[in-house]
């Protein structure tokens, strides 16, 4: 006997083979799909069989299955000297960004590193006592930090107390022996710390975000020749074994950097030039790399200026310096470009801004002593940049990570794909944050429906579609919550794409045109994106960001062949 089914499902079809003709009423039979979703017992075989075809009987499913995105965060942190301050304004504006990540339930793992990779020429030969913390090999080398900041040694006062504040309680850290947090389809290895919201009376888990602010509080123990640049590609390339499974096969990257002075990433080959022995230096004589501390080193030795660098005072026209020993930009750009296609790749960075070629001052003082040695970037009152509502935090003269945020260029619409933010504006830390978050939670709410919808006779799919509370995912969309149906020029798109993501030009110009918030059901052309099967899910009018605390229901019918 010829028999079928009508599935109704909160997010995702069922999974049963085949499809038939379209049912006999359309628009009875649609209306049917939000009286039924809301109480299935109410649809007697007679009413089902009037709207929707003879011989058929009715299932009702809540079966989830949504077409998740693996994305994995790198957080590169500076833990030098002058960090403290940095850190705890940083991670006090981090919670809307795991916000943003809970509610977008995409599975994602989120890793910290810190910029400290040492000095020392070679394992096991130190430069001695006068090379204080940066008297290493390798440091931290890129490898992911897990540790509370409260079992951290060697931090300063101040970063006690703000690490008190950020983690009283240490158990929050991955509880799998992982060095990385990870939610992976609604489980994560870090302790729960369950919230309720007095208003919606809504739970949210706090642990990744407590676990985040534990691990990522990295202190102002690290080496002051700072190298984020370098931390960042040996925390993905894949040389340290405890990093292992942080990084997935076919996931978005997000590597987001954390500074307050410019990177120092030291070529291998001129790692002596880090030696901490030193001369004094006449202004009037050619400098060499001994004429500086260390630190200032990083600034002089890859920078010149209109003015000598031997003498202390306001510095104009610094451009950088030829056959320097640090890094090659272009290095970490081709990694960063190999690594992951543009679609699948987002870098930030919360740095000194201006830099120096935008006009950011560059100041030199002179303290501790008159001798070249005792040279120093400005880093409070004459620092590149200063907070205007925290003292505590300032940033110094930077150069190379704006210019590396520019080798990846812009976008179509002329943005620069690496956005930057000053790190002396921590009341911009949570746009900046959320701006991140946007971008690499893809806007487009797809779902795999691997049992296809019914199709009117137009050929339009008969289903409600509409974004409802988080809270309540399995909930009906009002009329006032449905969205209609996008034109049939944005839904070919989807199909269209390699990754059918928000940013994709050919879907953005596809549905550009749309006048309002509308949603597509397609089948599937792509091989690694619901083959054989259905492409579901919202479109924003004019490319906006899903609304926060909401997510996609789908209400579908689909007549079935036995």
Request: glycine share 8%; with cysteine; charged share 20%.
């Amino acid at each position: 006997m010829d028999s079928r089914s009508i599935l109704l499902t909160g997010v995702m079809l069922g999974s049963l083979p085949g499809c038939v003709s379209p049912p006999v009423d359309d628009n009875a039979c649609k209306d049917l799909i939000a009286t039924c979703a809301s109480n299935p017992k109410s649809c007697d075989e007679g009413s089902v069989q009037a709207s929707c075809g003879t011989a058929t009987t009715l299932t009702f499913e809540t079966d989830i299955w949504r077409l998740r995105k693996d994305i994995d965060v790198l957080f590169v942190i500076d833990n030098s000297s002058t960090m403290a301050a940095k850190q705890k304004a940083f991670l006090q504006k981090v919670p809307l960004f795991v916000q943003r990540l809970e509610e977008s339930r995409m599975n994602y793992h989120i890793g910290i590193v810190t910029s400290d990779i040492g000095t020392n020429v070679q394992p096991g030969v130190p430069w001695g006592s006068s090379a204080g913390k940066c008297d290493t090999f390798e440091g931290d080398d890129g490898v992911l930090q897990h540790t509370p900041c409260s079992n951290r040694k060697g931090l300063s006062a101040q970063a006690r107390s703000a690490c008190a504040e950020l983690c009283p309680d240490a158990s929050f850290v991955p509880t799998d022996g992982r060095r990385f947090i990870s939610r992976v389809d609604g489980v994560s290895n870090v302790p729960q710390a369950l919230s309720k919201d007095p208003v919606t009376g809504a739970s949210t888990n706090l642990g990744p975000l407590k676990a985040l602010q534990c691990m990522a509080f990295v202190g102002d123990d690290g080496c002051g020749v700072t190298s984020p640049l370098e931390a960042s590609k040996r925390a993905v390339d894949g040389h340290r074994a405890e990093n292992s499974g942080f990084l997935r096969a076919n996931s978005r990257l997000a590597v987001i950097y954390l500074a307050d002075e410019d990177d120092c990433s030291v070529q291998m080959a001129r790692r002596d030039q880090t030696n901490p022995a030193v001369r004094n230096c006449d202004p009037l004589m050619p400098d060499s790399y001994d004429c500086y501390n260390v630190e200032y080193r990083c600034f002089s030795g890859s920078v010149e200026c209109n003015e000598g660098l031997l003498t202390p005072g306001v510095k104009t026209g610094c451009k950088e310096r030829a056959n320097n020993y640090l890094e090659p930009l272009v290095r970490y750009n081709r990694f960063f470009g190999n690594l992951r296609p543009q679609s699948k790749l987002l870098l930030s960075g919360i740095w000194t801004l201006p830099s120096v070629s935008e006009g950011g001052q560059v100041e030199v003082i002179q303290s501790g002593g008159t001798a070249s040695p005792d040279l120093s970037l400005a880093s409070s009152a004459g620092a590149a940049c200063r907070s205007s509502s925290n003292p505590m935090v300032t940033g110094q003269a930077q150069l190379r990570l704006s210019r590396f945020a520019k080798m990846f260029g812009t976008d179509p619409t002329g943005r620069q794909i690496v956005p930057e933010v000053s790190i002396c504006s921590p009341d911009d830390y949570p746009k900046a944050m959320d701006g991140i978050v946007r971008a690499i939670v893809p806007n487009l709410e797809l779902s795999c429906l691997s049992n296809p919808p019914a199709f009117d006779a137009s050929g339009k799919p008969l289903c409600l579609v509409g974004e409802v509370d988080i809270a309540d995912p399995g909930k009906v969309p009002t009329a006032e919550e449905t969205i209609p149906l996008c034109t049939a020029a944005c839904c070919d798109s989807w199909t269209s794409v390699t990754i059918p993501i928000r940013n994709d030009e050919m879907i953005r110009n596809a549905c550009a045109t749309e006048t309002h918030d509308c949603y597509c059901a397609v089948r599937s052309r792509l091989a690694d994106v619901c083959p054989g099967s259905i492409i579901a899910g919202v479109w924003h009018r004019g490319n906006a960001p899903a609304p926060i605390g909401k997510v996609v229901s789908y209400r579908c019918a689909s007549t079935l062949r036995w």
